[in-house]
């Protein structure tokens, strides 16, 4: 198990996206691993900055922003930055929100939405890139999710039903599947990637 102190993110941040992660990357600490290594090392002579506003009238809201910039003096080449706009319906439902995220690297703007019913553990949401520049049209893949959630067994997976210039056989293959339970001391799963296969007990 690998345990990455939370540092400057407000506890409740670090998992507030779950349901439209992989709940198989989550129990085997894959996550967690790749905060580790990913968000909180950085290559030398880097400048990490991260800001987090919320109003405080209403705290379903908040922006997040995330700066990297080289100290050499070559900021333009090396300059990085992404910015997130979050809604989610209360201030403790972290399943169930709104994003839209700006950013310099990859699609220049995502639009991210999560619904998941507690009550039947029903879950579905979708990530939608778009490029401003080419009159709004889908720059990259679509991905759509569904899962099924509950405090022993989760199921889900995740497709592109768009693919811009790609091959019309593949487009309703998933680009990943899991199944993951528990029983008792035992945690067990099963995750399908594409050209991928992975067990793990």
Request: neutral net charge.
């Amino acid at each position: 198990m690998v345990l990455v102190p939370p540092l400057f993110e407000r506890p409740h941040l670090a998992t507030r996206s779950r349901m439209t992660e992989s709940s198989y990357d989550l129990m085997f600490s894959k996550l967690a691993r790749s905060r580790l290594f990913d968000m909180y090392f950085a290559e030398a002579q880097q400048v990490l900055a991260s800001l987090v506003l919320q109003p405080a009238d209403d705290p379903r809201v908040d922006v997040t922003a995330c700066v990297q910039a080289p100290t050499d003096g070559e900021a333009l080449e090396g300059f990085n930055g992404e910015a997130t706009f979050r809604w989610q319906r209360e201030v403790w439902d972290f399943n169930n929100f709104t994003d839209i995220t700006i950013s310099s690297v990859g699609s220049p703007l995502r639009i991210r939405g999560c619904m998941f019913d507690a009550n039947t553990g029903l879950g579905t949401w979708a990530l939608v890139p778009v490029n401003p520049t080419k009159f709004g049209k889908v720059a990259d893949n679509v991905i759509v999710g569904a899962r099924y959630a509950s405090t022993k067994f989760t199921t889900g997976t995740t497709f592109s039903p768009l693919q811009w210039g790609g091959s019309p056989s593949n487009t309703w293959l998933p680009k990943c599947t899991w199944i993951c339970g528990k029983l008792g001391p035992i945690t067990s799963g099963v995750q399908y990637k594409s050209l991928e296969f992975i067990w793990r007990w």
